[in-house]
């Protein structure tokens, strides 16, 4: 084959394989950054693993070249030669070898597989967090606070986070690659339970890992890890009492079309994601990121604006319903969005 035409087979190979590895580039959403104890007891059981098979691999490819070329057949080589098998020392070998292998496995793993399970429920110096999954966002309840919130789980740096882990319909998944491994909630009502700590301040992608419907992708979260005295001044203001809209009109059509299923402060209903805070938010609807710059100005306004103007484009099969469709104006909605997107916390 002409060089030129290996180059026209290898350049395309070479194309999709960059592509691929250009998709692992995020740092926030890989378990190859560990941020957090049991995370990095996680990547060193991976490196662990992969250098034992490295070695193996090395020393089984460079025995099979060696017998390949050393014993070739020859043109001298005319009978059949000498059958030998059942050699005892070797069956020995290779038979301890890989034993030794698995047990240098087994007990590191087995060690930080119950450690990962470890379960702080009774501890009295946890944080106890209830998430709840739902069709596409994430709920956490705060027990020992009298506090739920949505989408952002605000934790205090260096404690141990216990998780009570359920379901409101669906399998979902709970994962923050950076912190810890995945958790299962299950729709068979039992409930999941594991621990982690972020001992740094910093904010901390989560994803829903289990395929659950058409937004599953877009099923994100963060982790806020804060210090302890921030950690205290947003529990308190988590606890305030709504700030209502100054509008009085507005003001009842929002206590009427949202606050049946939404929460802000201590006024509204449940079913739907708590609301209290929202403009201080990572995202809108978990994907419309808030950091992002955005040539209309306020990023949290029109990421509140395209949400509540058409929920179904950003997080299609989602369970609210279109304001529009609940009989709200243009402007009405634009008011709430305004509303929402200045309703932020300092902590
Ligand atoms: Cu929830 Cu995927």
Same mark, same amino acid.
């Given at each position: 084959? +002409? ?6 087979? /290898? ?15 995020r ?23 992969? *250098? ?13 070249? !060696?017998?390949?070329?050393? &014993? ?7 009978? @059949?030669?000498?059958?030998? #098998? ?12 890989? /034993?030794?292998?698995?047990?240098v496995?087994?007990?590191? $793993?087995?060690?930080?597989? &119950? ?9 009295? %110096? ?5 998430? $709840?999954?739902?069709?596409?966002? =994430?709920?956490?309840? !705060?027990p020992? &606070? ?5 989408? %952002? ?12 882990l ?12 950076? /912190?810890?491994?995945? @958790?299962? $909630? ?9 621990? &982690? ?36 001044? =947003? ?9 209502a ?9 929002? +206590?009427?079309?949202c ?7 201590d ?6 994601? *708590?609301?209290t805070?929202i ?11 808030? *950091?992002?710059?955005? %040539? #209309? ?9 395209e ?12 369970? @609210? ?18 509303? /929402?997107?200045? !309703? +932020?916390?300092?902590?």
């Open positions: 084959m +002409k060089r030129w035409q290996v180059m026209k087979r /290898l350049l395309p190979m070479l194309a999709i394989f960059s592509l691929l590895m250009a998709g692992c580039g740092d926030d959403l890989s378990v190859l950054r560990p941020q957090g104890p049991v995370a990095q007891g996680q990547f060193d059981l991976i490196k662990l693993s992969i *250098s034992i098979m490295l070695v193996v691999l090395v020393i089984v490819f460079a025995i099979s070249a !060696y017998v390949i070329v050393k &014993f070739r057949r020859r043109p001298e080589h005319k009978d @059949m030669p000498e059958q030998v #098998e059942g050699n005892f020392k070797l069956e020995i070998i290779w038979t301890v070898i890989p /034993l030794i292998l698995v047990l496995l087994a007990v590191p $793993t087995v060690k930080e597989v &119950f450690a990962f399970g470890e379960d702080h429920a009774n501890d009295k %110096d946890a944080i106890q967090v209830k998430v $709840t999954s739902h069709l596409y966002w =994430w709920e956490f309840e !705060y020992q &606070f009298g506090i739920t919130t949505a989408q %952002d789980l605000i934790i205090p740096t260096n404690k141990n986070i216990a998780f009570e359920k379901t409101a319909d669906v399998i979902h998944s709970f994962w923050v690659p950076s /912190l810890s491994g995945k @958790m299962d $909630t299950n729709p068979d009502g039992t409930i999941n339970r594991f621990s &982690f700590s972020a001992p740094k301040e910093g904010v901390y992608r989560g994803k829903c890992a289990e395929l659950c419907g058409p937004s599953h992708g877009f099923m994100e979260f963060k982790v806020k890890s804060v210090s302890p005295e921030s950690f205290e001044t =947003w529990k308190t203001a988590m606890k305030a009492p709504m700030v809209i100054e509008d009085k009109a507005l003001a009842e059509t929002f +206590k009427n079309q606050l049946t299923c939404h929460a802000v402060g006024q509204g209903g449940v079913g739907g994601p *708590s609301l805070g403009g201080s938010r990572e995202a809108v609807a978990s994907i419309l990121l808030n *950091s992002e710059t955005n %040539d #209309e100005g306020n990023p949290v306004v029109e990421n509140m604006k949400w509540l103007h058409d929920p179904q484009s950003v997080k299609p099969g989602n369970k @609210m319903p279109a304001p529009k469709d609940l009989g709200l104006t243009d402007a009405e909605i634009d008011g709430i969005a305004e509303y /929402l997107a200045n !309703y +932020k916390l300092e902590y």
